[in-house]
């Protein structure tokens, strides 16, 4: 399946039945970590597959324009929201589009979320640049995705070398006078691999602050 396929992601969300779902359910730990003590504003949530961090937005108060290409995950991710958190659910726009081309609002953002994100450098580097134009000034981006380091592990991950990034190729790209840099490293995890295993993986978490 390629990574940026959107029949083929359909058909991986269609598989798992109209009750099912492919992810845990639960909101990204690094998204948890560095997003908890923000006050809420307007977020911007890319690729939100079943709507497990736009979820865990809302709730807490931002208001959520969640963002995917797969029309079956959005659907399910609504679903869930309106049975979970409907107080929450109407601070959510769940919207269908291909961000490999899709240009969000300038300014329009206090947090543009990109957890795991794979995609060739060609088009992974034009995403993060058009994300980086929506947030507003004092907004936070946080771009967080599978290390290089964990093309060695027993954990599922893609097999094609150009999809990793670290968190210092993605600061590198952001101008140093518009741009905080508040975090930019590896960080160690622990996850339970298909065998049920114990092992530890590595999340590239970027985190910056724009200035202006």
């Known amino acids: 399946m390629s990574l940026f396929d959107e029949q083929a992601w359909e058909e991986r969300y269609r598989s798992a039945g109209s009750h099912g779902a492919i992810w845990s359910g639960r909101p990204n730990p690094q998204l948890v970590d560095e997003v908890s003590e923000l006050p809420a504003g307007n977020a911007l949530d890319v690729g939100c597959g079943e709507g497990a961090d736009a979820i865990w937005l809302a709730e807490r108060g931002w208001r959520v324009t ?3 290409f797969s029309k079956t995950a959005l659907s399910r991710a609504a ?3 309106e049975s979970v958190a409907p107080d929450a659910a ?3 726009e769940w919207l269908h589009t291909d961000l490999t081309s899709w240009t969000p609002p300038p300014r329009a953002f206090d947090l543009v979320s990109s957890q795991f994100m794979h995609l060739p450098s060609a088009q992974l580097q034009p995403l993060l640049a058009r ?3 929506a947030v507003n000034a004092g ?3 946080l771009v ?3 290390h290089p380091l964990d093309m060695a592990t027993t954990m ?3 097999d094609n070398p150009d999809v990793y990034f670290t968190a210092e190729e993605v600061a590198h790209t952001l101008d140093a006078e518009e741009w905080e840099v508040v975090t930019a490293e590896a960080r160690e995890r622990t996850a339970d691999d298909p065998e049920g295993r114990q092992v530890a993986v590595h999340d590239a978490v970027l985190k910056a602050r724009r200035r202006r």
């Open 66 to 68: 969640a963002v995917d």
């Open 79 to 81: 679903a869930h929201a």
């Open 90 to 92: 109407v601070r959510i």
């Open 131 to 133: 994300l980086t134009t």
């Open 139 to 141: 907004g936070v981006l």
């Open 144 to 146: 967080v995705g599978h």
């Open 156 to 158: 599922p991950r893609p």
